[in-house]
């Protein structure tokens, strides 16, 4: 039996068994709810209005392009943070303990969150399609592009939640930090609104990051073709939508590895005692 | 036989304070070592050296063989760690915890070995039988430290650490917690570094002891031998005709034959006390933390 590919089979059942544990537990199980309901309840607000130049609702648009967004809340802040909140907690240093650990420990975090994305995705889209007309999600091409997009997307934003939330020295710290990247990032990343609107600068800072491809992936999936013209060069991009959340990914998983192997090596008993420590003091 | 562990002039600096000086010892299979000193004194770091989770600064360190810092995963396999407790995997159930743990230690078995420890009957060493289905959030404190030997233990390790893994137990789980210690190094031979603060542990669990005082092991041996280098002299206590007496006597023994010779039955309440591991220990942290240190050493015959 190889060692590394029996921890990877044991992450992947990891990944499982914390995935049922948040859908078992009711404070993770209200604050995913919480979220999509509040979005929900956005973009029934805006269900009349109409994208500018368009018949069309920009309740439904905002409602497509937050899939989007979901997969960076999953992938990027909730990862992140998890991984500050069990550097604090001792996780991460029980899975340092343990032979191959650290390689199932990631593992199971991936297989974690894909399935948060794809639930919290399943319940939008479900919930959707009973508030909101006007989804084109009856071809298989529409599911074959979101899927891809998913796909991509996560590879594109869990190295670098994983990345981000082991720069951050402690939880307290990385709060506001989250907040602001995904407040900031969501208002010019065309999430709520055309980026088109915006003035061009923000539209070329919005395209350099992942979420706003991933809200143009999720649209160009889940809408009627002819709502392409209002997008920045009246197309879907697909080839430029995939090769932005490539690089990303890519970037991600060769930058990952190295900062966490950096992150691991500094974690010892007394390290997460002292933290601890700290954090009770309130400090 | 060869030795698990051997530690020679290890030496820690952060900045410029020297945390550890020259570190010296050794440790053979099956044994149990007890780390023991003031707070400060460099017990945590020592063992966090030689469970390859910290680099030293100086000094040579074979564990199991090999140099922590370049232990690798096979390596891994073989020790064990039983960290202070946290709050780690609070939604995971305690059976499902240690048999997904155990799952990684499945390709260092041996033919000696049998990795990891079969889950059911690991739970019914540390006793959480009736407690295998809760999740590991719901368990009280004692319960939540016995999960965290059992975490340790699952993978069978031929070298043990344990940082204080008694804090926080009540007498019962205190007496279970030694039982298992000494199946482990009767039965499996497995070696154990533990760190206490309490003696009455150390002088139990373990066939030797270190003491650490200012980063310099300042003695080492059993217990019995500590006690008897450190205070050769017993303590004997005794009443004759409603009067109560005390004598330090170097050789106790002879003390009392001569005491019944001269006054036969009228000696009553007869007490002789060796001075124990705790007078040593006292003793000797005094002599450290005052005088220049040295080293004592009780080499077992």
Known sequence: MNPALVAARAGLSRGWIEFKQTLTTPGDLVAILITTGGFLAAMIWTRHTHVPGTHFSLGTTMLISVLGLNV????????????????????????????????????????????????????????????????????????????????????????????????????????????????????????????????TVLQWTGQAFPMYWLGLGMRSALLPNAMAAVEVGHSWRHLATFGVLSAWAVSGLVLAPVVLRRMARRESGSTVAARREKATRGV | MEDVLDVRDL?????????????????????????????????????????????????????????????????????????????????????????????????????????????????????????????????????RRRLDVAIGIVGRPELLFLDEPTAGFDPEARRDFHDVVHRLADREQTTILLTTHDLDEAERLADRILILVGGTIIADGSADELARAMSGQSEVRWSRDGQRFVHAADDATAFARDLFRRYGASVEDLEVRRAGLEDAYMALVRQAEHGAPRRLRAVAA
């Open chain 2, 11 to 143: 030496r820690m600096r952060y900045g410029k304070t020297d945390v550890l000086n020259g570190v010296s010892f050794a440790a053979r299979r099956g044994e149990v070592l007890a780390l023991l000193g003031p707070n400060g004194a460099g017990k945590t770091t020592t063992i966090e050296i030689l469970e390859g989770f910290r680099m030293r600064s100086a000094g040579e360190v074979s564990v199991l063989g090999a140099d922590p810092v370049h232990g690798g995963e096979a390596w891994r396999a073989r020790t064990g760690v039983v960290l202070q407790s946290w709050r780690d995997h609070a939604k995971w159930q305690v059976r499902e915890l240690l048999a997904h743990l155990g799952r990684y230690y499945a390709p260092y078995s041996t033919p000696s070995v049998t990795r990891p420890w079969d889950v059911d009957d690991l739970i019914e060493t540390v006793g959480l039988t009736p407690h295998a289905r809760k999740r590991v959030r719901n368990l009280s404190g004692g319960q």
């Open chain 1, 72 to 199: 960076v809340v999953y992938g990027v802040v909730t990862m992140g943070d998890l991984l500050v909140a069990e550097r604090e907690d001792g996780t991460l240093l029980r899975a340092k303990a343990i032979p191959n650990g650290m390689l199932g420990y990631l593992l199971g975090k991936v297989v974690n969150f894909s399935g948060q994305v794809a639930f919290a995705v399943a319940i939008t889209l479900c919930a959707g399609a009973f508030l909101f007309t006007g989804l084109s999600i009856g071809g298989p091409g529409s599911w074959l592009t979101l899927a891809w997009v998913l796909v991509l997307g996560l590879l594109a934003t869990l190295p670098l939640g994983a990345v981000l939330g082991s720069l951050f020295p402690s939880q307290r710290s990385a709060g506001p930090c989250w907040l602001l990247l995904l407040g900031g990032l969501a208002a010019i990343s065309g999430i709520f609104y055309p980026i088109t609107h915006l003035p």
